[in-house]
């Protein structure tokens, strides 16, 4: 197999499985810390940026405030093509992701919950599953306004895409690890990686 020029970054303040995970699908994945993210003077290549679940939470990581201070460069970086993966902010935070450029909600809670697909065109995020109708465990819902809601469960979105520029953005509540069909997906969406 050609190694894979798609580049993964992880943003988060140790490094996580997740990033072999990513390895694992054929795609290198590079680990950056909240500090290193927000220092003016970082610059990397990539294609994906993935924002772990539980990133707005202060007892556990210091991403938040990072993503705020680098909101531009995020912002540019999506809309020249980069692809953008948050998960759930996990904790009572209803502005977890007021560092996007539009207006998203985030209703924090944990549980497990039956979820609707809402979307044939639905990256299979989730693994490969057949059935329409899924138990699966999150940490909370979605409101958003001109995002396109791929999974929802009955209070609202679980997985919602954004086009922004040339880019996408996609943010879930889903409290598992994106499945190699996702990532792979995910890998493909752009050809060339972008300077963050």
């Not at 390895?23 to 294609?47: M, N, Q, W």
């Not at 994906?48 to 679940?53: A, D, H, K, L, R």
């Not at 540019?76 to 560092?99: H, Q």
């Not at 299979?124 to 999150?138: D, H, L, S």
Request: charged share 20%.
């Amino acid at each position: 197999m050609e190694p894979a020029r798609h580049c993964f970054c992880v943003i988060w303040d140790k490094p996580l499985l997740l990033t072999r995970l990513i390895e694992d699908c054929g795609f290198p994945a590079v680990h950056i810390t909240p500090s290193l993210l927000a220092a003016p003077f970082f610059r990397g290549k990539y294609g994906t940026i993935i924002i772990p679940s539980g990133f707005a939470d202060p007892r556990y990581s210091r991403v938040l405030p990072a993503l705020r201070a680098c909101n531009r460069r995020i912002t540019d970086f999506i809309s020249r093509g980069g692809v953008l993966l948050a998960f759930g902010g996990g904790t009572e935070k209803t502005d977890a992701y007021d560092w996007l450029p539009f207006p998203v909600t985030y209703h924090y809670g944990f549980c497990e919950t039956q979820v609707f697909v809402a979307s044939e065109e639905t990256c299979c995020i989730i693994g490969q599953r057949q059935k329409k109708e899924e138990t699966i465990a999150i940490d909370g819902y979605l409101e958003s306004t001109g995002g396109h809601d791929l999974i929802r469960n009955r209070k609202g979105s679980v997985m919602t895409r954004f086009e922004y520029g040339l880019g996408y953005i996609f943010i879930t509540t889903i409290h598992e690890y994106p499945s190699p069909v996702f990532i792979h997906d995910l890998g493909t969406r752009t050809s060339a990686e972008l300077l963050l």
